[in-house]
Nanobody, 116 residues
Framework: QVQLMESGGGLVQPGGSLRLSCEAS?????????VEWYRQAPGKERELVAR???????DYGNSVKGRFSISRNHAMTTVFLQMNSLKSEDTAVYLC?????????WGQGTQVTVSS
């Protein structure tokens, strides 16, 4: 089994930065092939923010291109989302999703609030 836990959320002023982490644990954590960051704001649909895959290109949602950056450790058991130049519209719960040969799973999410 694999468990995911997000961390790093919080309150930040517009223009500020945060770095989120998605940590995988469990006996199958080494089988992760891709990790995605999503976000969900109240009243809005869940939105793909960024994706990282073993040996594949990085993908970003249009609203975060040039401001957010996704990276990982070698084992892909920790994936980071560096968020710069944050805007009020980035306020949301950020969730990570991991893909394995056995299926996908989600973390519980971490709240990011951008406000002055």
């Amino acid at each position: 089994q694999v468990q995911l836990m997000e961390s790093g959320g919080g309150l930040v002023q517009p223009g500020g930065s945060l770095r989120l982490s998605c940590e995988a644990s469990g006996t199958r954590s080494s089988s992760i092939t891709a990790v995605e960051w999503y976000r969900q704001a109240p009243g809005k649909e869940r939105e793909l923010v960024a994706r990282i895959r073993r040996g594949g290109p990085l993908d970003y949602g249009n609203s975060v291109k040039g401001r957010f950056s996704i990276s990982r450790n070698h084992a892909m058991t920790t994936v980071f989302l560096q968020m710069n130049s944050l805007k009020s519209e980035d306020t949301a719960v950020y969730l990570c999703r991991a893909w394995t040969p056995y299926g996908d799973l989600w973390g519980q999410g971490t709240q990011v609030t951008v406000s002055s």
